[in-house]
């Protein structure tokens, strides 16, 4: 008699494109484009990195990119971070359309032959992953790792941030990236975590008073409607030179629609 179990089989190693945040934001086929956008490579030939110490659920690469390498390991080896796996106990992405510009020139000037910086996650010190948005409107994000540090966006003065909720007109708000001290000093993250926050809360309040609402499932405001209690601010992706989104989450509560829902509420 043969008392051996069958053998489990091996747990699926995540993939950058169906288990990511910035996947489950822009979809897997548009991923693709973005991240060949973004490095410079064919997405095809990413072979991201998993099981970084201290850094769970993060992929990382070891593209080189111009941007300063968030971890470097114990054999000298750069790893720039790409992406997270989804969290499974928190809610929903909010999918959203990748914004491009307009022209064809314009998206060769600021997408294709622009160098746009790596994925921002706020990452606590803890290993957790986001910040509420009621935490990040006020500045309270004191237990992420390098708040004092410049945020990693890039020279600019200004930039834009933009959002495409589902059943909505596209949103963007220009910030201001440097401080007000005579020497222009760059923004801590910190501060970029509060103007974040604060764009998303403006947007909030603004679709509130938008009475046409194309997408019943991503209805903002109302009793049944999401409202800055649901949401988690993950990160922002850098779309083109001088334009970022940010990565939103709903809260486990506020879990909205299966996948085909998600991708429909991109594709009307």
């Given at each position: 008699?043969?008392?051996?179990?069958?053998?489990?089989?091996?747990?699926?190693?995540?993939?950058?494109?169906?288990?990511?945040?910035?996947?489950?934001?822009?979809?897997?086929?548009?991923?693709?484009?973005?991240?060949?956008?973004?490095?410079?490579?064919?997405?095809?030939?990413?072979?991201?990195?998993?099981?970084?110490?201290?850094?769970?659920?993060?992929?990382?690469?070891?593209?080189?990119?111009?941007?300063?390498?968030?971890?470097?390991?114990?054999?000298?080896?750069?790893?720039?971070?790409?992406?997270?796996?989804?969290?499974?106990?928190?809610?929903?992405?909010?999918?959203?359309?990748?914004?491009?510009p307009h022209s064809v020139t314009d998206q060769q000037q600021y997408v294709a032959e622009s160098q746009l910086e790596m994925p921002v996650f706020f990452v606590h010190t803890n290993g957790a992953l986001g910040v509420s948005l009621v935490d990040a409107t006020a500045g309270n994000c004191h237990s992420l790792r390098?708040?004092?540090?410049?945020?990693?966006?890039?020279?600019?003065?200004?930039?834009?941030?933009?959002?495409?909720?589902?059943?909505?007109?596209?949103?963007?708000?220009?910030?201001?990236?440097?401080?007000?001290?005579?020497?222009?000093?760059?923004?801590?993250?910190?501060?970029?975590?509060?103007?974040?926050?604060?764009?998303?809360?403006?947007?909030?309040?603004?679709?509130?008073?938008?009475?046409?609402?194309?997408?019943?499932?991503?209805?903002?405001?109302?009793?049944?409607?999401?409202?800055?209690?649901?949401?988690?601010?993950?990160?922002?992706?850098?779309?083109?030179?001088?334009?970022?989104?940010?990565?939103?989450?709903?809260?486990?509560?506020?879990?909205?629609?299966?996948?085909?829902?998600?991708?429909?509420?991109?594709?009307?």
């Amino acid at each position: 008699m043969n008392d051996q179990q069958p053998a489990s089989a091996a747990p699926r190693a995540p993939s950058l494109l169906m288990d990511g945040y910035v996947s489950n934001m822009l979809t897997p086929a548009v991923v693709e484009y973005y991240f060949t956008c973004l490095l410079k490579v064919p997405s095809s030939t990413l072979a991201p990195i998993w099981n970084v110490p201290q850094w769970p659920g993060a992929a990382f690469i070891t593209q080189t990119h111009t941007s300063r390498p968030l971890v470097v390991t114990h054999h000298r080896q750069p790893l720039w971070l790409l992406d997270y796996v989804v969290v499974g106990r928190y809610g929903t992405v909010i999918p959203q359309r990748l914004w491009i510009p307009h022209s064809v020139t314009d998206q060769q000037q600021y997408v294709a032959e622009s160098q746009l910086e790596m994925p921002v996650f706020f990452v606590h010190t803890n290993g957790a992953l986001g910040v509420s948005l009621v935490d990040a409107t006020a500045g309270n994000c004191h237990s992420l790792r390098g708040f004092r540090d410049v945020a990693p966006i890039g020279g600019r003065s200004s930039t834009h941030l933009r959002l495409s909720w589902p059943g909505y007109k596209d949103w963007k708000r220009q910030v201001q990236t440097r401080d007000e001290t005579p020497y222009r000093n760059p923004i801590t993250l910190e501060r970029f975590v509060r103007l974040v926050g604060r764009s998303v809360d403006n947007f909030l309040v603004q679709c509130e008073l938008d009475p046409v609402q194309h997408a019943p499932n991503w209805r903002i405001g109302g009793p049944n409607g999401i409202n800055r209690n649901d949401i988690t601010v993950i990160g922002v992706v850098h779309v083109s030179a001088g334009s970022w989104m940010p990565i939103l989450q709903l809260s486990a509560a506020t879990l909205r629609g299966s996948y085909s829902e998600r991708l429909e509420a991109l594709c009307p």
